[in-house]
């Protein structure tokens, strides 16, 4: 099982620090998107903070599980962003679907198991 972690935890790592590095390096063009998917971007756009911290964050985090340092801190921190993932292909743009749910069982797993480092913030006072 030690290993199967090491290999979500890099496979992780790399996706968010591609996605981040692409973003911030400007490697990609942007897809021309339609209907409610172009809406949504444009309003993430509009706020004008929310895409850069969004790709800080996923740079941070994959950074974390990269190095295999902060991993119980990053899987909490990258967790919503990984739910919105998987709403947004799921309810907007199927075609990334099977990437989202990878991001999103894999943030799962790594949180299933380093859930020793979560009981303090989880137990009834």
Do not use: Q
């Not at 740079?59 to 899987?75: E, K």
């Not at 709403?87 to 743009?93: E, N, P, Q, R, S």
């Not at 859930?115 to 006072?125: A, D």
Request: with cysteine; net charge positive.
């Amino acid at each position: 099982m030690k290993i199967a972690t090491i290999i979500i935890r890099i496979l992780f790592g790399l996706l968010f620090v591609f996605a981040s590095g692409t973003y911030f390096l400007d490697l990609v063009p942007e897809p021309e998107l339609t209907g409610n998917m172009k809406v949504f971007n444009e309003g993430i756009l509009a706020a004008g903070y929310l895409m850069p911290l969004v790709k800080t964050l996923e740079l941070i985090c994959g950074l974390a599980f990269l190095t295999g340092r902060f991993v119980p801190l990053a899987t909490v921190v990258i967790f919503p962003i990984s739910v919105n993932i998987l709403g947004v292909h799921t309810f907007m743009a199927p075609e990334g679907l099977a990437i989202a749910w990878f991001v999103m069982l894999a943030n799962l797993f790594l949180a299933y198991r380093y859930r020793s480092h979560y009981k303090g913030i989880l137990e009834r006072k």
